[in-house]
């Protein structure tokens, strides 16, 4: 219904709403909207144009053009309730606005930048100055250098200088002789043409001339430098050079071959190792080892059955025991006896009581180890060089004695010294002690073990040594 009604309106007054519709619209987008006089269809036309171009004009100007504009002729007519010009500043000019507070907001931020920027390099510009004046202070050397290397560059200044003025000046003289010649070559006949470019011909070739006698005024320079570094360096005292001598120098050189060399042997010997790891054995050589393990056995059992010397019981109640050979041919029962007196590696050392029990056993395991009656210097120098002590599942060195006095407080020892005492009376909380104390891991010798499985009174090293052990203790601890 809506529609058939709009359409029989429109139909009668079709052309006068038209033309009211434009009118309308040029008086909604012009700018002076004072109510005048009717003016002909042609003049309305023509304003209407105008009112359009200036309204497409409003989006190129400025923000603050266009707000003197819209608020010189402010019109009557209102939307939506509002005065038409505020409308138009909201559609028109709050773009321009915000590309403006925006430019204004960059322009403050690069300001901040710049300041930050110019604070740091001051800052940097300080600290640069602050570091060479501690250098300066440190080396007054440095002063003298930097003295004379400003010098050297005010020197070089000057000539490189000296070397362009006398450049310009060649070339003014070159150009003033030109224009004479050319002056004079005006008022000479045609046929002085010919000389003058022969003239002409003739300059060029002086120029190159010039130009080349400057590049080797440029080399003249770059030699002249040393002779003024020269002159300057003479002023200097000669100093001693610091050295070092022939044979420090050569120790060290030494002993860096001898470490390369000792690497290059581990590596070799732990590609070796690595390599190795898969071995075939022959069954003769299982044979032989089980034939030795018996061997061994059965020599063991031909030692225990030997009466022990009273001499060895009267002479010393203490004992310490060595272990010189390892476990090749070894029977499991020599092993389980050498376990027995904690002796479970090859060069440690375990003080004992000289009792009936303890040298049957060391009869019996006589090749493998090496026993004797310690003084008392050498239990001092055992316990205070190789001690180590067993506490709360630990080994701990002897150097702090709250150790030894919460271990062994309740048997009155609170100290080294007490400890030494116990070992070397034989006292009666020696076995506590030496369960306190490890195995002394002591050194091999410096000189090779000889006949290790024959008996010291045979020439050896093996078995009872009496008061020499001290010796084989100094030389191993």
Same mark, same amino acid.
């Given at each position: ?276 790891? %898969? ?29 022990? =010397? ?25 092993? =389980? ?26 009869? =019996? ?47 009155? @020892? @609170? ?20 369960? %306190?104390?490890?195995? %002394? ?37």
């Amino acid at each position: 219904m809506l529609k058939t009604v709009i359409g029989r309106f429109g139909r009668r007054t079709g052309i006068r709403t038209s033309e009211r519709t434009r009118l309308s619209t040029s008086k909604r987008f012009s700018t002076n909207n004072k109510p005048g006089i009717e003016q002909d269809t042609n003049g309305e036309k023509s304003e209407m144009l105008t009112h359009h171009d200036s309204y497409r004009d409003l989006d190129k100007l400025d923000f603050m053009t266009a707000t003197k504009i819209l608020f010189t002729t402010p019109p009557k007519n209102k939307k939506f309730g509002l005065d038409f010009h505020l409308v138009q500043l909201f559609f028109v000019c709050l773009p321009s606005l915000a590309v403006y507070l925006v430019a204004q907001y960059a322009r403050h931020e690069m300001k901040k930048m710049d300041a930050e920027l110019e604070k740091r390099q001051i800052e940097e510009s300080k600290k640069l100055k602050a570091t060479e004046e501690e250098v300066l202070k440190s080396n007054p050397h440095l002063l003298e250098v930097k003295e004379r290397l400003e010098s050297l560059e005010k020197t070089v200044s000057e000539i490189v200088t000296e070397s362009k003025n006398q450049r310009d000046m060649k070339v003014l003289k070159q150009n003033e002789n030109d224009q004479k010649q050319r002056a004079s070559s005006t008022a000479v006949e045609p046929s002085s043409n010919k000389q003058a470019s022969n003239k002409q011909e003739t300059q060029q070739v002086e120029n190159q001339k010039a130009t080349q006698d400057g590049s080797t005024s440029d080399a003249n320079f770059i030699h002249q430098i040393p002779a003024v570094l020269l002159t300057i360096m003479a002023d200097e005292e000669p100093k001693s050079l610091d050295y070092v001598n022939e044979i420090v120098l050569k120790k060290r050189k030494n002993n860096e071959d001898w470490a390369i060399r000792r690497r290059e042997q581990l590596q070799q010997r732990v590609k070796k190792s690595k390599s190795d790891n %898969f071995v075939i054995k022959k069954p003769e050589q299982f044979i032989r080892e089980y034939r030795d393990r018996e061997i061994d056995l059965i020599k063991m059992k031909h030692r225990a059955k030997r009466p022990i =010397k009273s001499s060895s019981l009267s002479q010393s109640k203490l004992l310490f025991v060595i272990r010189i050979q390892g476990k090749t041919d070894m029977h499991p029962q020599t092993r =389980k006896l050498l376990y027995s007196l904690r002796l479970r590696r090859k060069f440690t050392g375990v003080f004992l009581k000289a009792n009936d029990r303890n040298l049957e056993v060391l009869q =019996k395991v006589e090749p493998y180890v090496a026993y004797g009656y310690p003084n008392l210097k050498s239990v001092n120098e055992l316990v205070y060089k190789k001690g180590l002590a067993k506490f709360n599942k630990q080994l701990c060195p002897l150097t702090d004695n709250n150790i030894i006095e919460q271990a062994l407080g309740e048997h009155k @020892i @609170i100290c080294i010294e007490d400890v030494v005492n116990e070992i070397a009376n034989v006292g009666p909380h020696f076995k506590e002690v030496c369960h %306190f104390l490890c195995p %002394f891991s002591l050194n091999k010798p410096e000189k090779a073990l000889q006949g290790k499985k024959k008996p010291f009174r045979d020439g050896g090293d093996s078995g009872n040594r009496g008061d020499q052990i001290n010796d084989l203790v100094s030389k191993m601890n």
